[in-house]
């Protein structure tokens, strides 16, 4: 039996696990040096967002639901829910809008059916769930099998323990705008990658000037891109680094790679350019077969966008739960 299945009390029983559905919180940050990658949410807004409906700080660990999602049924209590995206939802069989907190009862079932746009919605519960830290974070990174809910993904059968049932009431019926970073529809935004000199001035323009493709090859570990070939001057095999969330790699396929939540804390290819933190959460809802472009911005203008975008989403959170 799973530790999940043996949570006593207040629950959201998961009749129906959907694709890739996991605990996730702000991230396991500055573990780096242990080799342990931050995971966390892909599209932290949206975290963000689901968290402050139901009156939690905006890093709780909330459940990350992708492409298609869960059916829960709530056993041993009360709880107030909210998802964050742009999805369906289900509250016993009536269609609910998403961005809205409400109140669930012993019995309900609440489900989500599928993300209509982006790749990804983020369900919380008021107080979080019941789940061990480590290293500081709530957060699932299935490859190590660590966080979350015994390390992976959720399944059929599993009880998600609530950490405050009956919380939250106060928070129902608040309602957020569709808040849809993939919505925003211009280049992703990068700043040159610590070795960008390996690639000639025409392999950089063609960076740029191409339209990449996420191929399937794409998870919470790593998007692989598929478009025109870039070769590396100095060879696609250097001394391995220290590889960010963002970091754009090129191996010897000259197919890109772009670093995500769960990668690796080093790499051994060459960075032609890093995503920049403003724009993260928009990647974080593209999915396979979505096409993009990469616009260059300079280490300055990066940093100017990321507080700007923090500081109008801060005044948005306290508008909402003012």
């Given amino acids: 039996m799973s530790e999940t299945a043996m949570t006593a009390g207040a629950s959201l029983q998961v009749d129906a696990p959907g694709m890739m559905t996991t605990l996730q919180d702000g991230g396991r940050q500055g573990q780096g ?46 709880c107030a829910v909210a998802v964050a995206g742009d999805a369906e939802v289900l509250h016993n069989d009536c269609r609910v809008a998403p961005f809205c907190s409400l109140w669930l009862r012993e019995g309900d079932v609440l489900t989500v059916r599928r993300v209509a746009s982006g790749a990804r919605a983020y369900l919380a519960v008021a107080g979080g769930f019941v789940a061990a830290p480590f290293l500081g974070s709530v957060a699932t990174l299935a490859r190590a099998g660590i966080g979350g809910f015994a390390g ?30 993939q919505r925003e529809k211009r280049a992703i935004r990068v700043v040159p990658g610590p070795q960008a000199g390996h690639f000639s001035r025409a392999k950089q323009a063609r960076f740029f000037s191409a339209e990449w493709t996420i191929s399937t090859l794409a998870d919470r570990m790593g998007y692989r891109l598929t478009g025109p070939a870039l070769a590396s001057a100095g060879g696609h095999n250097i001394v391995s680094d220290a590889l960010l969330t963002g970091s754009v790699q090129v191996p010897g396929d000259g197919q890109p790679i772009i670093a995500m939540n ?46 700007g975008r923090q500081e109008a989403f801060q005044a948005y959170l306290d508008r909402l739960t003012g």
């Avoid at 992976?152 to 569709?178: C, F, I, K, M, Y």
């Fill in 262 to 307: 769960d990668r690796g804390t080093t790499g051994g290819y060459p960075k032609i350019a890093t995503v920049i933190r403003a724009d993260l959460a928009r990647l974080g809802q593209m999915k396979p077969g979505d096409r993009l472009r990469f616009e260059a911005v300079d280490v300055a203008h990066a940093e100017t966008l990321w507080r």
């Fill in 152 to 181: 992976r993904p959720l399944a059929a059968g599993d009880q998600l323990g609530l950490a405050t049932p009956g919380g939250g009431e106060a928070s129902v019926g608040r309602r957020g705008e569709q808040h849809l970073p």
């Fill in 33 to 78: 040096h242990l080799g342990v990658p931050p995971s966390g949410a892909l599209d932290t807004m949206s975290l963000a967002l689901a968290n402050a409906l139901v009156g939690n700080a905006p890093d709780t660990g909330a459940l990350e639901i992708t492409l298609l999602g869960p059916t829960l049924v709530m056993k041993g209590g009360d």
